[in-house]
């Protein structure tokens, strides 16, 4: 019940942010979110590198996040796109090995440290940017990523305790099994589907399959998490939510999912004005 109240109220807060706050305020709490989220995997990774200055993370992410929403933004003039690209290689290299060497980080930590930083930055950062771009394009595909991951995780909880016979990744998440996978999976193309329907009136072949690679990254990233846990040693990234432990817990999958979604619509609008012009 606790769980189920959790995701409730959850969703309802979600929603509301994204159908009722201007996309300045969406992104406002999709950074507050996700960056709470990194402060929980610092916390869980924190034992590795104990005295290295791995904490500037939590303020890197959002700025990160503004730099890419920035440069992919409708209307960024080409020169911006060269900035981006120089800024990510620039940014994980040169900025943080600076930082790790001004702060004095302990020779046996550094490349432990430069793990955490370079994986955390690009993992919290790139969401943050998806999920305020498909905000822009049309809020409704946000709702759809939503559906995609959250009735997937939903299938493959209830699914997974009732009919899981077949484990997915016992030393990973000795509890996941292929049952809930596959359910998971079901559930996130019917979603696909009605949200297909019901938006475009139509069943989108193109769209059922960015939404099919969408759930696979959604369940990548669930075990992700738990394989960053799992060798720190943690069981929940926190208690934050009641239910659902921290709030990585509960966006581990949407980390993964929200850029591969956004990478997938670009690639099959690219596609199809492509063929278009054929």
Known sequence: MQRLLTAAVGTFVALASLFLMPAWGWFLV??????????????????????????????????????????????????????????????????????????????????????????GVPYFALPIASLYLLRTIDPWLVFLLMAIVWLGDSAAYYVGRRFGRHKLAPVVSPKKSWEGAAASFAASLLAAGVWSWCRLHRIDPGLLAVAAVTSVAAQVGDLVESLIKRGAGVKDSGTVLPGHGGMLDRLDSMLFAAPVLLFGLWLLESLTASSRSV
């Open 30 to 119: 999709v950074a507050v979110m996700i960056d709470w989220a990194a402060f929980e995997y610092l916390r869980i990774v924190r034992s590795r590198a104990p005295r290295a200055p791995v904490a500037i993370l939590v303020a890197l992410v959002p700025l990160a996040a503004i730099a890419i929403a920035g440069a992919l933004s409708d209307g960024v003039a080409i020169p911006q796109i060269r900035l981006l690209l120089l800024s990510g290689p620039l940014v994980l290299s040169v900025v943080l090995g600076t930082l790790l060497l001004l702060g004095r980080t302990p020779m046996e930590e550094a490349l432990p440290a430069l793990g955490i930083l370079c994986f």
